[in-house]
């Protein structure tokens, strides 16, 4: 089995650095909207939670989107440059 060639270590460390960056923001979206949604439940109406919780999804599908991009690129023999970020589709 031939053995896989690794992506240039300043690609891939480039990406780590982007992508811690880039992981705080949805990330800080979703704890901060759970943590609304939990403590003002009652208190919310009902377009607010769906509009709350569209928003977890769409921080979630961005945060998958940045990991699926690191993924592909561990796999990438070539280690061509990460993206400016997820695809636009991606953050809908």
Do not use: F, K, N, Y
Not at 33 to 45: G, I, K, N, P, Y
Not at 61 to 78: C, I, K, T, W, Y
């Amino acid at each position: 089995m031939p053995e896989q060639e690794e992506p240039p270590t300043d690609l891939v460390a480039a990406w780590v650095r982007r992508a811690g960056h880039d992981l705080r923001t949805p990330l800080a979206v979703i704890s901060g909207v759970a943590e609304t949604l939990q403590s003002s439940w009652d208190r919310l109406a009902e377009a607010d939670r769906t509009r709350l919780l569209t928003s977890i999804q769409t921080q979630a599908a961005r945060a998958v989107a940045l990991l699926d991009e690191g993924v592909a690129l561990a796999r990438e023999p070539s280690g061509s440059e990460p993206s400016d970020g997820p695809d636009e589709a991606s953050q809908r």
